[in-house]
């Protein structure tokens, strides 16, 4: 079972379904059921037209539950205009569906939320991680927001913001291996880029072609997390790093600065520098500053934090995380490796164990346990 080729198929079909008069959560229902069923019966009896299959399983799911529901029966007239089997228009709706779900009847939060979850593919847990709230707060949250835009016309334009900050957080979840979502979020985020001409999809794209060229490098042969500093360059892709730039270099000319465009700039600087010592540390923590400015994100300070760190010593960096919340995700992370440039070696192996036990995937938690028994063997000499 072809679980990738399911996933790229399902914003399209769920789509459709819309367009021909089905309310998005019965839809996203209905299409669920239909990958069910294809994850049944494709294995021995595999569609020609793997598109067209599931808008036709789909749409009779629906009818199905629509019959079933008293209240919706004024919906009896659609089984006339059922879709009759055969190939589906090749028409990619992903993007307009991430509008759909960025309807400005929904707050920002909820809007991200939805689109992740009936779009992206990632589990409630999974953006209840990327939010930094418990996961049966945010299951409320993508239920109210489902029930919102029920009804809602698929030719309502959505928010534009909205839509950056869901490819934003698509790209991390593909990026961090969890999820492999990271180059149908460039693919998407080059879609508006053609569409909008706005600094912020510029900087956004930037960003994700100046990360994304350094994947190659970040895992070992066996899956192990390999830190910037100790990444090997010659595997970064140049390509996409001159791409990167050249488009961040033309998003900054027109000085209307945005989070993503600050962002693409410090990963920038990281791509420039011909090793991990000539990196411009001062620079960065100049980014960040403005980039502190922008979101007021506690996780841009602690960012900053270690960037402070590498600029002017260790002892700065921890008086830049002193003034945080140290149950900030990461937070141990940042405190050890600060100790450790620091002299501390105690200090930071207890902290990377603290930071192991909290890593929120399994690769960041070995890597930390690692970095823990490294320090531990180091003062046991």
Request: hydrophobic share 45%.
């Amino acid at each position: 079972m072809n679980e990738a080729l399911l996933r790229s198929l399902t914003p399209s079909v769920l789509a459709i379904l819309v367009r021909r008069g089905a309310d998005f959560a019965a839809a996203e229902d209905a299409v669920q059921d239909a990958l069910v069923e294809a994850v049944r019966v494709w294995p021995t009896d595999p569609p020609r037209d793997a598109k067209g299959w599931l808008v036709t399983v789909a749409w009779r799911r629906f009818l199905d539950a629509t019959r079933a529901d008293a209240a919706r029966r004024r919906r009896e007239d659609l089984v006339d205009e059922e879709p009759a089997p055969g190939p589906a228009p090749a028409v990619d709706d992903t993007l307009q569906l991430y509008f759909l779900c960025a309807h400005p009847s929904l707050t920002p939060s909820s809007a991200v939320a939805l689109t992740l979850r009936a779009v992206g593919g990632l589990t409630t847990r999974q953006i209840a991680q990327a939010y930094l709230v418990p996961e049966a707060t945010m299951a409320q949250r993508i239920s109210r927001a489902k029930r919102t835009v029920s009804g809602v016309r698929f030719d309502q334009p959505g928010d534009v913001a909205t839509v950056l900050r869901v490819l934003y957080l698509v790209f991390n979840e593909g990026y961090s291996g969890d999820v492999d979502l990271a180059a149908e979020a460039i693919r998407l985020t080059r879609q508006l880029a053609a569409a909008i001409d706005h600094p912020e999809v510029a900087g956004l794209l930037a960003l994700m072609l100046l990360h994304h060229a350094r994947r190659a490098a970040r895992t070992a042969p066996d899956g192990s997390l390999v830190p910037l500093a100790e990444q090997d360059r010659g595997r970064w892709d140049t390509e996409s790093i001159a791409e990167g730039v050249e488009i961040l270099q033309a998003a900054l000319a027109r000085d209307r600065l945005g989070e993503f465009q600050a962002q693409a700039a410090i990963a920038a600087l990281h791509a420039d520098a011909p090793t991990a010592e000539e990196t411009d540390w001062v620079q960065i923590v100049e980014w960040y500053d403005e980039l502190a400015r922008l979101t007021d994100s506690p996780v841009v300070r602690l960012n900053r934090a270690v960037a402070v760190g590498e600029a002017d010593g260790p002892r700065a960096g921890l008086t830049a995380l002193a003034a945080l919340d140290d149950s900030l995700p990461r937070h141990a992370a940042v405190a050890a490796y600060l100790h450790e440039r620091d002299g501390d070696l105690a200090t930071a192996a207890q902290l990377y164990a603290e930071a192991a036990q909290k890593a929120p995937n399994l690769a960041e938690r070995d890597h930390l346990t690692r970095q823990a028994a490294r320090l531990n063997a180091r003062r046991c000499r």
